[in-house]
């Protein structure tokens, strides 16, 4: 840190002098900077070298000390005034405290009583000057994270988990303009690859040119706020925008699939006066994304196209889909396919909402493949996915669907078993390794391979018909009949190398799965 800078204020020249004299300035690192004998040509020279430190007597011809000192920290409320003050101006010196000088000091001048407050001042100064390069950090990180936060929040808004007041709250801080009579409308941006030949990193470069390119294409529209959101999709929110921006949309997307390798899809949402929803906006938009399962890729679609006129908007049943994608997701096909003919059980006022259920079906059984890491395509093709959504009665959606759930619940039934066949053989690999250690059991060994020991004790009876502690005992038996053949060992030996340190644990043991105690049976090998 620098030399702090200290103006000297006395009409007394020989005050000034013994303030100048009493202690070693430079050693305390500061700097007397100027002197004034009062307090207009204080002000003056405050101006001229901002000075940190301001030592001023109260009593001076035209201004006094508590004048100067007011006028000064009025304007630099940083800077560190000290009174100088007799005995019998103490109570009148008081006054400057209110004010926000920091300290005074008796006369007759003591150097360890100035030393003290100089040393004081100088601390807080520093502690100040510190904070204040602290807060700069802050402030600077701030600015470089508030594109960051601009975006977790308006990924919030769109979930809809924040309320009115803080939706205006958050938006006031970044500039967001929340009129009184506001609209909004949402378009939901699908960004997937145009060739199968393409990896995961291009498909993410991709994405991001695409929103680079989107932003572009608003840029000049303080109207439109582009953000991504958790599925990696881009998202334009619209604000006192006309009906034009669907016309903007489908220029966008032409403008995409005429620069990128990609296909795009786009979902828009309704218009709505409300900032609470911008969250049912956003689900109208992702819904309408949807529908390109229907129409085919490349497709801008409104949610009003969606719903039939006079129609009421489908309501997917949330529950009775993730009872869906879980029976996929496990095998269970007979679950599962009770489960689809309860989504289809409720009455349906149009073509459009069973093509919607049908989506909501698809999709769960997308989910269900993907979390078993089954090649999706493989039980439902392109071809015959647009076949079954475009079928036009019930019945016909109804039937495929069967199949399709069917046949995807066997397909990863069949990766389970295949997976838990190939676990259970490990599992078995592992116990014959390491049927030594005493400490070997259901818990270590599940921990082992990363899943519950609940769980490995059914697949254990399921493959071998027998529980996890009958197979591991059968396993030590013929581990300790193939050593009393062999070797010489003794009973307690052969029980250490087969993980069962008790000897007379051991004999039990043995004798209730053998039929023989252990010297029966040495008897009967020799």
Not at 149 to 169: A, C, H, M, P, T
Not at 289 to 294: C, D, T
């Amino acid at each position: 840190m620098d030399n702090l800078k200290v103006l000297i204020v006395d009409d007394e020249y020989l005050i000034r002098n013994l303030l100048r004299m009493r202690i070693d300035w430079e050693q305390q690192g500061m700097t007397i900077v100027a002197e004034a004998s009062g307090g207009h040509e204080a002000l003056d020279l405050v101006e001229q070298w901002r000075p940190d430190i301001i030592f001023t007597d109260i009593y001076m011809p035209a201004m006094n000390g508590i004048d100067l000192s007011g006028l000064v920290l009025e304007k630099y409320p940083t800077t560190k005034i000290v009174i100088v003050t007799g005995h019998d101006e103490f109570e009148y010196a008081r006054q400057g405290i209110q004010l926000g000088v920091s300290d005074f000091i008796l006369k007759p001048i003591r150097a360890a009583e100035l030393l003290q407050v100089a040393a004081k001042l100088k601390g807080k100064i520093k502690e100040a000057r510190k904070r204040d390069r602290e807060l700069e950090r802050l402030q600077g990180d701030l600015q470089r994270n508030l594109p960051f936060l601009k975006e977790k929040f308006l990924n919030q808004w769109l979930s809809g988990v924040l309320f009115s007041d803080e939706i205006r709250e958050k938006a006031g801080f970044f500039n967001i303009p929340l009129h009184p009579a506001v609209s909004l409308q949402i378009a939901v941006i699908e960004i997937i690859r145009a060739s199968e030949k393409q990896s995961e990193e291009q498909l993410l470069l991709l994405r991001m040119e695409c929103r680079c390119k989107t932003e572009a294409f608003f840029r000049h529209d303080s109207g439109v706020i582009v953000v991504s959101d958790a599925r990696n999709h881009i998202v334009a929110i619209a604000m006192n925008r006309d009906a034009a921006f669907a016309s903007d949309c489908r220029r966008l997307q032409s403008d995409l699939i005429g620069a990128y390798p990609c296909v795009a899809n786009i979902g828009i949402g309704r218009r709505h006066s409300d900032p609470l929803a911008m969250s049912l906006g956003y689900r109208e938009a992702s819904r309408a994304l949807q529908y390109k399962a229907f129409a085919g890729n490349n497709q801008v679609v409104c949610y009003e196209d969606v719903v039939e006129n006079g129609e009421r908007p489908y309501q997917s049943n949330s529950e009775l889909i993730k009872q869906l994608q879980f029976h996929v997701s496990v095998g269970s096909s007979d679950r599962a396919l009770g489960i689809l003919h309860e989504i289809f059980s409720v009455p349906f006022s149009g073509v459009s909402q069973f093509r919607m259920a049908a989506m909501d079906v698809i999709t769960a059984g997308q989910h269900a493949a993907i979390e078993q890491q089954i090649e999706h395509e493989t039980v439902l093709d392109k071809e015959t996915l647009i076949a079954l959504l475009s079928a036009d009665n019930l019945p016909d959606i109804k039937s495929a669907l069967s199949q399709y759930v069917v046949q995807l619940s066997t397909t990863i039934h069949a990766k389970k078993q295949a997976i838990e066949g190939n676990l259970i053989g490990r599992v078995k690999s592992y116990l014959e390794q390491n049927m030594s250690d005493p400490e070997l059991g259901l818990a270590s060994t599940a921990a082992a391979f990363f899943i519950s020991p609940g769980h490995l004790g059914r697949l254990m009876k399921k493959e071998t018909g027998q529980t996890f502690v009958e197979y591991l005992t059968n396993i030590r038996m013929k581990k300790a009949e193939a050593l009393l053949k062999r070797t010489d060992l003794r009973s307690y030996e052969v029980g250490e190398q087969v993980g069962i340190a008790d000897p007379h644990y051991f004999s039990i043991v043995f004798k209730k799965n053998i039929g023989r105690s252990v010297n029966e049976y040495r008897s009967l090998k020799s």
